[in-house]
């Protein structure tokens, strides 16, 4: 099966500073905190006039001009990537997430993967306690040029067995990629967002050791290199979470 090819990326993350206001981060981990006792949350309490899910979050932040503009500009970008990749358009539709890690929480942590979107918004909204593990995000410094739809599920295998590993020996192989340049950390700041192609850079999150880490995630164009396996791992987390939470 052919490979596709990826336009080169110079940078493997863009950052816009101080796109979004102290009140409009008050607002969203006040309602955060309001939903507090269900662990491993991803659908939260209530933002004023509405449901704190991650979409209502982003629905929110999309009244802001500067993250409007910046949104529309990635996805026009990410839009034609995704025409040459596939030679087709592609659904726009995003997808909503949200992640609270705290210390207590290391089941996303040192999970090495390649995102199944082309377009990945990143979000800061609260930071962890400083430390050297405060779940700040590693971006690997070699990232794919092409893929086929064979190698991309392969990749996914190669990545679950990662996944399922002790989190003692997640946490060493991160350790040991850090100290031999194999991957680069990216310092967060809330505030600020993070624009990045996931698809071609591989990526993983530091666990927590302190307090608590909160962040909202948009992905945008599915290529569909997954023989349904994507779609399939969303909807048993999201059946796991809301067992969770019951």
């Known amino acids: 099966m052919c490979a596709k090819k990826f336009m080169r990326v110079d940078e493997p993350v863009k950052v816009y500073r101080q796109v979004i206001s102290e009140h409009h981060l008050g607002v969203i981990n006040a309602a955060i905190d309001r939903g507090a006792s269900s662990r491993g949350r991803e659908v939260l309490d209530t933002l004023p ?26 996805r026009r970008a990410a839009r034609l990537r995704a025409t040459q990749l596939v030679g087709r358009a592609l659904r726009e539709e ?34 962890a306690d400083p430390s050297r593990f405060n779940g700040d995000l590693l971006f690997y410094t070699k990232r794919r040029q ?30 040991r990629d850090l100290t031999r340049g194999r991957c680069e950390r990216v310092p967060c700041a809330v505030g600020n967002v993070y624009v990045f192609n996931g698809f071609v ?28 396996l994507s779609v399939a791992i969303r909807t048993v987390r999201g059946m796991r979470d809301r067992l969770h939470r019951a």
């Open 49 to 74: 006039g509405g449901v704190c899910s991650p979409q209502a979050v982003a629905d929110l932040l999309r009244r802001i001009d500067a993250f409007r503009m910046i949104e529309n500009e990635a």
């Open 201 to 228: 850079t591989q990526h993983c999150n530091l666990h927590v050791e302190s307090g608590e880490r909160r962040s909202l995630l948009i992905h945008y164009f599915d290529p569909g290199l997954s023989m349904g």
């Open 146 to 175: 092409s893929v086929s739809l064979l190698a991309n599920v392969a990749y996914k295998f190669w990545h679950g067995f990662l996944r399922n590993l002790p989190f003692a020996w997640r946490c060493a192989l991160t350790c």
């Open 94 to 127: 995003p997808f909503h997430t949200m992640r609270c890690v705290g210390s207590a929480e290391h089941a996303h942590s040192h999970r090495r993967h390649f995102d199944s979107h082309l377009l990945t918004l990143l979000v800061p909204l609260q930071l």
